[in-house]
């Protein structure tokens, strides 16, 4: 695959010596209008990569809050088609911050996989997670999108022991994103030093940026991540703004206020390391 906008992403903020912010949002939560608001605000408030949820029954990796947005999302008519209209809307915005849909096969084979690739290379996005799908099925979805010129993000997790690792990071580009813990997003804070621990052993068979994700919700958390892994991912914190509050432009806000407080953490994190 040529360069793409992840690529650049993480080359221009290597040679500043930074790591990225990645945020997660569900598609069409709280509804479609500001879940649009807010796709667009996101780079301006310190996002480097934009993880935007399609909004699934079953999102078996995802903790309660993400659960709760989807189903929300689903009952207001939010479908596959509205996610790929969404990545639209914010291209004729912006052309440089990356978009990497995740979510869960099902909705994309429903959609039919020829189909869904096409729309949504055609719309504008750079990369994929699909949780559910291993890479013994890479025939299936993996190996046609990268044909199409989007990345497949595979995970790994502590669970991921020296004999499995390699085949996952077989066909997989972009990046890996790192579960920092085992369960669902945003329930366990990782402990840093056995992060760190883990990266060292995972970048030993790729050189591959590495996102860290999965139990990081506040800046200070983030900013001790960000002093060693290419990337932090931070979606439920986001997500209980948009939950905890008493309107949808509030939630909005909130969302925002809460990436920029992050993206200053992530920012500062190599410099406050190197002064103390």
Known sequence: MSASRIDRCFEALRQQDCAALVTFVTAGYPDYRHSLEILKGLPEAGADIIELGMPFTDPMADGVPIQLASQRALAGGHNTTKTLQMVREFREHNQHTPIVLMGYYNPIYCYGVERFLNDAAASGVDGMIVVDLPPEHDDELCVPAREAGIHFIRLATPTTDAARLPGVL???????????????????????????????????????????????????????????????????????????????????????????????????????????
């Open 170 to 276: 077989v066909n997989t580009s972009g990046f890996l994103y790192y579960v920092s813990s085992t369960g669902v997003t945003g329930s366990v804070a990782p402990t840093a030093e056995k992060v760190e621990k883990e990266l060292a052993r995972i970048r030993q068979h790729t050189n591959l940026p590495v996102a860290v994700g999965f139990g990081i919700r506040t800046a200070p958390q983030a900013e001790r991540i960000a002093r060693f892994a290419d990337a932090v991912v931070v979606g439920s914190a986001l997500v209980e703004c948009i939950a905890n509050a008493d309107t949808e432009a509030q939630g909005r806000d909130d969302v925002l206020s809460l990436t920029q407080e992050l993206s200053v953490a992530v920012r500062e994190a190599r410099t406050t390391l190197n002064v103390s």
